[in-house]
């Protein structure tokens, strides 16, 4: 009997020990020994252990336990590996939030395609590879040692022992703070190697606590300098807004030659003043959506905002505006479901909203199933002008769908844009759509503006995409140094109005939540002190971004971490986008015409 436990306990060992490693490389990890930190290792085996015996509990035999365990790990690995590389992040609880988003545009997607394969059968080899294992233990100790009704029991009590003293350690005063930390972290996949991904969605279990920055402190807010804002001179004028789906320009990180010019539009619009924004990697929409909105970078969030934030506590440009008397419009042509946007647009206090279920007339390019830009452009129009009978100014917002992935569903005659001698023929048919599409946003958005410039009244227009394509890695061929993440966040940012905007120079790269404060100022509206502070700051530091990188005035790249002590408004921006976050936030920073003596 002792040699059975001896065979079943190292079988439990490897099954689990695979099952980590499954897991890893399912969120691509690659160097999965020598990155982990140990303590996180136990854990991760600990957390993995306690699973497998819970299920092999209810068997006569534990490799059925160890089957059923491998088959429910691979499933999730199959799925982790799916989600990062569609959606640009690792499935976690809070990714569980998004599962009907997912669902409504994973049809699109083809999931067959040859650069998902790999992962997708590397997570069956584990599988295979542990039912072999499974029936080595079986043939090998199950068979030979006959089972007896008291080893079942000291199976059922060394589990409950296990997940208790597990249950303990997890509960503990002293592993909350590890615990925190991961569910805590900037960016999940970046950490996912060192604290080991069981871990990370376990601690994705825990009660949501905003991440504090290093140093945040009521003292530190205090002593910010609130910056002067200048008063306008002019009369608001009416403001669009639209993130656009997935619009993204290839050539930022790849040579690439085309038939067509796929942005032949927007650089010829008159008055139309160009720039980038940088945005996020391969995904993240929503992180996107609420960084442009309210101006708090996402590092001060951690994890999917509209999921865990309540936007009643934030102040937004949607905020900002209604105190100025702009009447406020958001909408997106899919379900309110989808990121919680349903609970998050009322929250941030959008007078109207409207959701596909609004829409009339919807159009589709070739056998894509998302909504053109054009199409959606025609229903902003209308509730555009339906809000124009009255005399308040319009604050408008629309997020996009039409360049969502996947790539390659329509026909090869559909392409209106084909790329020229691509060194990657596996990517030409995908390139092929992709550039299709961004062509007809690129017409879409010039066809807008034209109408916009009919309107008598004055009409500021701003676009810029949410995130590169998920892609973006298999394409990106230049050397970039020390830029290439950058690159890879990189999208166009086009700025255009029917009236003089006194503008010399083109909008230069910027990160995503100075564009609202910039937006505001040439509509002639006011700031608030905290976009103002914005502002100002992307003056000094034009990007800052979510993953501790920030550029200086000339363009070179820093780590944040490694010159905190020269980057002090940096930090200062942190700490007031921190409280901008909180239920009792300091309102003579997020409001206009509030002075610091009218709240004491």
């Known amino acids: 009997m002792a040699i059975k436990g001896l065979i079943q306990c190292l079988y439990a060992a490897i099954i689990c020990l695979a099952a980590f490693f499954q897991l890893q490389y399912a969120s691509s990890v690659k160097d999965v020994v020598g990155e982990v930190i140990p303590q996180y290792l136990v854990w991760n085996i600990l957390l993995l252990g306690g699973f497998y015996l819970l299920l092999s509990i209810p068997w006569k035999h534990v490799c059925t336990g160890g089957i059923l365990f491998s088959f429910l790990i691979t499933l999730l690995g199959i799925v982790n590996h799916y989600t990062l590389a569609l959606h640009g992040s690792l499935l976690t609880v809070e990714q569980l939030g998004n599962a009907r988003t997912a669902l409504s545009v994973i049809g699109s997607y083809n999931l067959f395609a040859s650069h998902l394969l790999p992962g ?41 022992t296990l997940i208790l003293i597990a249950a303990f350690l997890f509960g503990s005063s002293k592993a909350t703070p590890y615990l925190k930390t991961v569910r805590n972290s900037w960016e999940p996949s970046t950490t996912v190697q060192c604290h080991g991904y069981p871990l990370i969605l376990y601690s994705g279990t825990l009660e949501f606590e905003l991440p504090v920055p290093n140093g945040y402190s009521q003292d530190a807010l205090s002593a910010i300098p609130m ?39 927007i650089p010829n619009l008159d008055g139309a003043i160009l720039g980038s924004a940088v945005t996020k990697v391969g995904g993240g929409t929503n992180i996107t959506e609420t960084e442009l909105l309210t101006g708090n970078p996402q590092s001060v969030v951690g994890g999917t905002p509209f999921n865990i934030l309540h936007m009643e506590d934030t102040a937004s440009i949607v905020s900002l505006l209604k105190e100025q008397g702009y009447y406020t419009i958001g909408t997106h042509c899919m379900s309110s479901v989808n990121y919680r946007r349903s609970i998050g647009y ?49 604050f408008a917002y629309c997020l996009t769908i039409q360049n969502h992935g996947d790539w390659n569903v329509n026909p090869p005659e559909d392409d209106l844009i084909h790329v020229q001698n691509y060194a990657d023929s596996s990517m030409e048919d995908i390139l092929n759509e992709f550039l299709s599409c961004i062509s007809l946003s690129d017409q879409a958005f010039v066809k807008l503006c034209e109408y916009f410039r009919g309107v008598d009244r004055n009409v500021i227009v701003c676009m810029l995409g949410d995130h590169s394509p998920s892609f973006i890695d298999t394409i990106t061929t230049k050397t970039l140094g020390d830029r290439t993440q950058i690159a890879q966040a990189t999208v166009p940012l086009i700025i255009w109005a029917n009236y ?17 404060p910039l937006l505001v100022e040439l509509a002639g509206a006011q700031n608030n002190p905290y976009f103002q502070y914005i502002l100002n700051l992307s003056r000094s ?30 930090w200062n921006c942190f700490y007031l986008a921190h409280n901008n976050l909180l239920p009792e936030s300091m309102d003579e920073w997020f409001r206009i015409g509030i002075e610091t003596e009218d709240l004491q």
């Open 346 to 394: 009322p929250a941030m206090g959008f007078d109207e909203i409207h959701f596909i279920g609004d829409y009339d007339d919807l159009e589709f390019y070739g056998n894509r199933k998302h909504s053109t830009d054009q199409s959606v452009y025609s229903n902003l129009i209308r509730w555009y002008e339906a809000a124009a009978s009255q005399e308040d100014p319009i």
């Open 541 to 570: 530091y034009p990007v800052i971004t979510s993953w501790g990188e920030y550029t200086d005035a000339i363009g070179q790249v820093h780590t944040l971490d490694a010159a905190a002590d020269d980057a002090a408004e940096i």
């Open 120 to 160: 997708f059968f590397l997570q069956i080899g584990f599988f295979l590879g542990c039912v072999l294992l499974s029936l080595g233990e079986y043939f090998l100790c199950e068979r030979r040692f006959p089972s007896h009704r008291w080893e079942r029991r000291v199976r059922i009590g060394v589990s409950f």
């Open 500 to 516: 003089d905007l006194n503008l010399e120079e083109d909008l230069g790269e910027r990160s995503t939540a100075a564009v609202a």
């Open 227 to 265: 910056p002067e804002v200048p008063a306008s001179e002019q009369e608001p004028a009416d403001i669009i807004l639209i993130l656009n789906e997935t619009f993204f320009d290839p050539a930022v990180v790849t040579d690439i030659e085309t038939d067509k010019d796929y942005l032949s539009c």
